[in-house]
């Protein structure tokens, strides 16, 4: 991620005049931007990076447990009170089966949706209890209650910002953040609430113990009656169970339906190249100014490697752009090798995985294969790359012979995620 000396060097994807062109730079790749916004500027070093931002949030008061409450005269004072569930808040980033929260984009994604709202929210995968759980409450006066836990739901969308050479007003070129690949949805939620209400208790709009008055029923004849010290069953709170419960059986059906889609990763004999449209150029994937690039696996079950080019290398260094597209600025291809004919992909098994390891597979239609590559300016050839599927930028753990080429959900934020692609 070295060539002959006599290798050229050229931009991936369409060329572009030479007026129009910077000038390449030959000093050190700057740090890494500490924050990213829609349009500001980036670096080179900020090519294999990814950072998330907020498009829209929704906050809702949920009742995660409930039990109605009647205390009478006699019975006033310290009880504990089983709570039934009520709706069960998980949290989720993006579409992902296993409901695992995993890597830095999705808790920074959390993060910054926190911020928006002004809550603070849960930032690793956990739930609101599936089961039955006391409350202790101390009832100081007779009269009909609402025993609750809760909490503050906080829903939304957010993009994935990318660093991309942009052309300016004058022609000129320069590095923005852009959206690029890997937009999605999150849930999160508060620190839980716990509490008891009376239907003539004044509460705020909107607040979790308004929620969970709004289950008592309040003017219905049940809220009126006497009743014997206990429990009450309101068929109000009856049939806010039911449609949350429906409504997060749906949510699991439709995760588990994108998950489905994931191809198995097969092992069969490589397409023939005529399957695809590549371009003519042949590029190493380089790090920058070192000798070690991208090798393709020769071996059934590795990964995509770390290697130097020799006469050994077998072309399992030289990689094509395949069934081309650009979009905004953003090139969209399949990575074929020349070495083994199949095309770069994230195994499904670890699609969702941070550090999932990047090999090659016979060359089909699946987003698993498909690659993004954002450039720097004309006249570098710097890139980041990007998988469709996962939304992971490819990068490695350190600069050695035989590291893997992983991938990570923000990229490796110390530059080494930024590649060469060189024209061999």
């Known amino acids: 991620m070295a060539c002959a000396a006599s290798a050229a060097v050229a931009t991936v994807g369409l060329a572009v005049p030479p007026a129009a062109a910077a ?108 089961a039955a759980t006391e409350v202790t409450w101390n009832f100081a006066s007779p009269g009909y209650y609402g025993l609750y836990k809760g909490t503050k739901k906080v829903t939304g969308t957010y993009g994935s910002l990318n660093c991309n050479r942009a052309q300016q007003a004058d022609g000129s070129w320069a590095l923005k953040w852009v959206e690029g690949g890997g937009a999605g949805s999150f849930t999160t939620f508060t620190t839980l609430e716990e509490g008891a209400v009376r239907c003539e208790d004044a509460v705020p709009a909107d607040s979790i113990m308004r929620k969970a008055q709004d289950l008592l029923d309040c003017g219905s004849a049940l809220a009126t009656a006497t009743h014997p010290a206990g429990e009450v069953t309101s068929a109000k709170a009856a049939e806010a169970r039911k449609a949350a419960q429906a409504e997060q059986a749906a949510a699991e059906r439709a995760v588990g339906a ?87 992909t994230v195994p499904a098994a670890a699609a969702n995985q941070e550090l999932g390891v990047l090999t090659t597979a016979s060359c089909v239609e699946d987003d698993l294969q498909r690659f993004y590559i954002y450039r720097d300016v004309p006249g570098s050839t710097k890139v980041g790359i990007q998988n469709k599927y996962s939304g992971s930028m490819a990068g490695h753990d350190r600069y050695a012979d035989g590291e893997q080429i992983r991938q990570y959900s923000s990229g490796r934020q110390n530059g080494t995620g930024t590649y060469t692609m060189t024209v061999v």
Do not use: M
């Open 23 to 130: 000038p390449a730079g030959t000093a050190a790749a700057p740090a890494v931007s500490a924050d990213a916004e829609p349009g500001g500027a980036c670096t080179a070093a900020d090519l294999g990076t990814r950072h998330p931002y907020i498009k829209t949030t929704e906050v809702t008061p949920v009742i995660t447990h409930f039990k109605g409450w009647y205390v009478t005269e006699g019975s006033t004072g310290t009880q504990k009170v089983t709570t039934t569930v009520q709706t069960v808040v998980k949290v989720t980033v993006g579409a992902n089966a296993s409901g695992n929260v995993e890597g830095a984009f999705p808790q920074l994604a959390l993060t910054k949706a926190g911020a928006t709202v002004g809550l603070n929210v849960q930032l690793e995968y956990t739930s609101t209890n599936t």
């Open 258 to 344: 994108r998950t489905a889609q994931a191809p198995a990763n097969p092992a069969p004999a490589p397409a023939p190249l005529a399957a695809l449209n590549c371009q003519a150029a042949v590029y190493k994937i380089d790090v920058p100014g070192k000798p070690l690039n991208w090798s393709a696996p020769l071996l059934p079950g590795d990964g995509i490697r770390l290697r130097e080019s020799n006469f050994l290398s077998a072309h399992l260094d030289n990689w094509k752009l395949c069934n081309v597209t650009e979009s905004n600025g953003v090139v969209e291809a399949s990575l074929w090798n020349w070495g083994n004919g199949g095309c770069a």
